[in-house]
């Protein structure tokens, strides 16, 4: 089993409908939780970080934590076409320690 | 405004030539990574470096050296580029409780021919 799993998509929604995106992770160990966005041809941007479980709100970006079902979530409000990207989530047992990648999630907002 | 600059955004090498990407960062960040990034293959860790002159080997460190000796620069060496190389390079730094905040650079396509 993959330590860290993620649909590579590519999803594609219409402009302003509600986006989920998910990953699922073995390692029970994980307790810090991030999800960066790379647009195309550039370096990936932190968006969100999440300790432990839980929900955290910015703007239109909720990152939702499900420790016990090993599984976390972005969820994209009013989704627009300048949040068409590649989603990776990544996460991390110890703030000191090595971070484990997604392979990402194409992302197409449709205008 | 956090910055981390990478020294080319395209690249074009020769096999067998010896490759040097730079990476600058201007944080004040004890951390600093390499990764290569390739289609269906996401992210992977070559080489990061916790402080000066101090390096640790990530999961694909084979055909790549780094060198820290300043803190506020890494370079990734591949003492002789082959085909397999062809990638996207990406630096990353972090505070050093911090690791899992990083901060990306906007990467270096790198082309071995």
């Known amino acids: 089993q993959k330590e860290v799993e993620q649909d590579p998509g590519p999803l594609s929604v219409p402009e302003g409908a509600i986006v989920s995106l998910n990953c699922t992770y073995s390692n029970s160990a994980f307790q810090y939780f991030m999800w960066y966005r790379q647009y195309s041809r550039k370096g990936p941007e932190l968006l969100m970080y999440t300790y432990s479980s839980g929900n955290k709100e910015d703007g239109r970006f909720t990152a939702q934590v499900d420790k016990s079902s090993k599984y976390i979530s972005l969820f994209i409000r009013d989704s627009q076409p300048s949040d068409s990207a590649t989603y990776l989530c990544a996460m991390s047992p110890r703030r000191d320690d090595k971070i484990i990648f997604g392979k990402g999630t194409r992302l197409h907002i449709l205008p | 405004d956090v910055k981390v600059t990478q020294s080319s955004r395209y690249l074009v090498k020769r096999t067998g030539e010896k490759v040097f990407l730079e990476c600058v960062q201007d944080m004040d960040h004890e951390n600093m990574f390499w990764y290569r990034q390739d289609p269906g293959l996401g992210l992977r860790l070559i080489y990061f470096s916790y402080d000066v002159k101090m390096k640790e080997k990530g999961d694909i460190p084979e055909g790549y050296s780094v060198s820290r000796e300043k803190k506020e620069r890494f370079s990734l060496i591949l003492e002789s580029a082959s085909t397999n190389q062809t990638s996207m390079y990406l630096c990353?730094?972090?505070?050093?409780?911090?690791?899992?905040?990083?901060?990306f650079g906007p990467g270096t396509r790198l082309l071995v021919l």
């Open positions: 990353a730094s972090s505070l050093l409780q911090g690791r899992e905040t990083q901060y």
